[in-house]
């Protein structure tokens, strides 16, 4: 997730857009810019720490600015990537976070009315659209831009002989910091907070314009009145948005990431899926290989890959697979990560390419070591996550899988129609769920209190109950197993006594009558039983302690759901029990060793 930041007043800029983009500095990023305007336009920009950068500037004359810092979306991180982009003339530079849908069709036509692009990105196009309707004003040259935008953004614009920014948001966060003499605007509180407490949070389709001593907002063309909130928050605290901790924050971030993941992909006019990635033709089956989490989502992911394209899916811990002697025909090789830098991810790859296979990689970071050795890459675009627990990048590894299988040629119509629909309707359901989690909590602190846990569920759901089990051992320390129900009776029997809660992620699907039989049998072993289901389902509260009720979905769609709320139990569980819980003992982000 990119960081944008803009100061206009009487002090020097530099210092201030440096220190404000340094408390950004949480959100990740690769690279990082500033650009200088009083007259004429400065711009700085490099790949790597903002420190570095602004140990090499000494440009202190300005007082206004804007900066940023980026997280790739569209071309690897480099210098001509990194934003500011200014337009031909090198009079206009733009700070964008978001995605333009659109660019490709805007940057082919821009280049045939004579622009020239010195970047591979999407936000580039912005910088040249101001330019070529830059008659007037510049307010109205960027709302003439935008007007020819489809996609997210947030963006902050300057011209040489203009005294004042013009931003601008659209599903994109955006904070103007009202100060004295003095004004702000930042893509969240944290990087204002230095300089005032008092912010303006913009609306999606707001334009505004800002110099020293105003700031006005208009959308649609008219002006708006916006409030000045006081934010009673310390640095700390604001660059967590409030959470306590980076790990919820990244769970509640999920509506957003999934809508990103699925961004410019679905069409439901008629049902279909573009991806712009090549099934390599004449494939015989797919593997899918993956460490961890990412393991868990390759699980789902062979349930769906068979159940709506129907070709042959295996799973191999990337780990595993390095030691073994496959055999790969016509393969498809499918690696997931969402670091894109596991060691054994990034071994096993190259051992199917050698082998023969044609790669994907499925990455959150564009740019890592794995996006260079894939033959092609699909990117989540879950945003930085910075707890050492995965959450966002799990789901959207499930939508990125989701999105794989419905681009398959021959998916049957009716069935992708389905779960297109279903598709484009998750995030508003993740965000359900997420509005009230206070059973969730509760339930999680309740489990807080045992020393074992076991998850069950069957189907698509069995490697949700894996993922349940690695995410409550991984930050509460309490140990827990996933299993598949039915495989209970053949040895995990042993370990049901009262003082065993056994997690149920009950479905409603194919599934249904055989799970219930477990649930039976399990209660009869008097473990304390909690199930995580439907809320259709009005069944389940006859065979167990206590549930946990989720928005209904679509069968296959179910493990985004589910895990959601395994999410949020595991947090409440380590919460309840004092862990530290973005930073787990023994655990790294990356997991850069073989
Ligand atoms: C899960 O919460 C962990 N962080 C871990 O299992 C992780 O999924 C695994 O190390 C793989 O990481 P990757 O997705 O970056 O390859």
Known sequence: MCGIVGYVGLRPALPILVNSLQRLEYRGYDSCGIALCGGHLEVFKDTGRIGDLSSQLTSNGYS???????????GKPSQANAHPHTDCSGRIAVVHNGVIDNYLELRTQLIREGHTFRSETDSEVIAHLVEKHHEGSLESAVAAALAEVKG??????????????????????LIIGVGYRENLVASDVPAVLDYTN???YLEDGDLATESRN?????????EQKRNCDHIPWSIEEAQKGGYEHFMLKE?????KAITETLRGYLSHVEPQVNLGIEVPAGIDDVLLLACGSSYHATLIGKQVFEALTGMPTRVEMASEFIHASPVLRRTWVIAVTQSGETADTLMAIKKAKMLGGKTLAVTNVVGSSITRIADQCFYTRAGPEISVAATKTFTTQLIALYLLALAWPDVGAKFKSTIVQDLGRLASKVQRLLNDESEIAQQGETLAAFDNVLFVGRGINYPVALEGALKLKEISYIHAEGYAAGELKHGPFALLTPRTPVVAVAALDNTRESFLANIREIKARESPLLAIADERDTEINKYVDCVVRVPGVEPLLTPVINTVALQLLA????????????????????VTVP
């Open 571 to 590: 947090y409440f569980a380590a919460w309840k029990r004092g862990c530290e819980i973005d930073l787990p003992r023994n655990l790294a982000k990356s």
């Open 152 to 173: 997210s953004y947030a963006i902050i614009v300057v011209a040489a002989d203009c005294q004042y920014m013009v931003v601008a948001r659209h599903e994109n966060p």
């Open 198 to 200: 008092k912010v303006i």
């Open 251 to 255: 769970i509640h971030e999920q509506p």
């Open 214 to 222: 105003t700031v006005k907002v208009s959308s649609g063309g008219k």
């Open 64 to 74: 206004m600015g804007i900066g940023h810092t980026r997280w790739a979306t569209h």
